[in-house]
T-cell receptor, first 111, second 113 residues
Framework: KNEVEQSPQNLTAQEGEFITINCSYS?????LHWLQQHPGGGIVSLFM???GKKKHGRLIATINIQEKHSSLHITASHPRDSAVYIC?????????????FGTGTLLAVQP | KAGVTQTPRYLIKTRGQQVTLSCSPI?????VSWYQQTPGQGLQFLFE???????NKGNFPGRFSGRQFSNSRSEMNVSTLELGDSALYLC????????????FGEGSRLTVL
């Protein structure tokens, strides 16, 4: 079982829909990152969370530390939101500190 | 403000050769981390450097190594290349170690023939 699980793996939405991507993890973490990767490789950091909720434009990220769960919401989705969304958690301390990644959610927003 | 720069962007090597990839972080960032991305394994952490010291390392063989210079630029080296080393290698910089938002480069795509 992967330490970081994302769902769904694939998601197709119509423009304007509200989208939710989920991330569950099994380890104690110090931070959680949501990343966006467009075709061609470049990765952009969307959020870094250690508690609560953050909002940036149409994107909202929440985290529940007790339940080991985070969600990424996209309001009023647009075709340019089509990308792979990756959840990553940082855990461990000192020499064992590392970042581990979910397998990603491929989002396609159709006009 | 310039972003994270990785060179070269694309390269082709043959089995048994070695390769060196370079990463120039955002000015002022002292932490550089490296990642391997493959279709089968996804993104995996390689190692992280802060102030010229390796702070932590992922589960990769000793053929994978790196270093960081006093200007925070970092290099990673893969020796005795194997076909399975074909991947996109990404680096990211951040202000501090273990914490802080990550800023990724565009990656170096390595093909091993």
């Amino acid at each position: 079982k992967n330490e970081v699980e994302q769902s769904p793996q694939n998601l197709t939405a119509q423009e304007g829909e509200f989208i939710t991507i989920n991330c569950s993890y099994s380890v104690g973490i110090s931070a959680l990152h949501w990343l966006q990767q467009h075709p061609g490789g470049g990765i952009v950091s969307l959020f870094m969370l250690s508690s609560g909720k953050k909002k940036h434009g149409r994107l909202i990220a929440t985290i529940n530390i007790q339940e080991k769960h985070s969600s990424l919401h996209i309001t009023a989705s647009h075709p340019r939101d089509s990308a792979v969304y990756i959840c990553a958690v940082r855990y461990g301390s000192g020499a064992t500190n590392k970042l581990i990644f979910g397998t990603g959610t491929l989002l396609a927003v159709q006009p | 403000k310039a972003g994270v720069t990785q060179t070269p962007r694309y390269l082709i090597k043959t089995r048994g050769q070695q390769v060196t990839l370079s990463c120039s972080p955002i000015s002022g960032h002292r932490s550089v981390s490296w990642y391997q991305q493959t279709p089968g394994q996804g993104l995996q952490f390689l190692f992280e450097y802060f102030s010229e010291t390796q702070r932590n390392k992922g589960n990769f063989p000793g053929r994978f190594s790196g270093r960081q210079f006093s200007n925070s630029r970092s290099e990673m080296n893969v020796s005795t290349l194997e076909l399975g080393d074909s991947a996109l290698y990404l680096c990211a910089s951040s202000w501090g170690t273990y914490t802080g938002e990550l800023f990724f480069g565009e990656g170096s795509r390595l093909t091993v023939l």
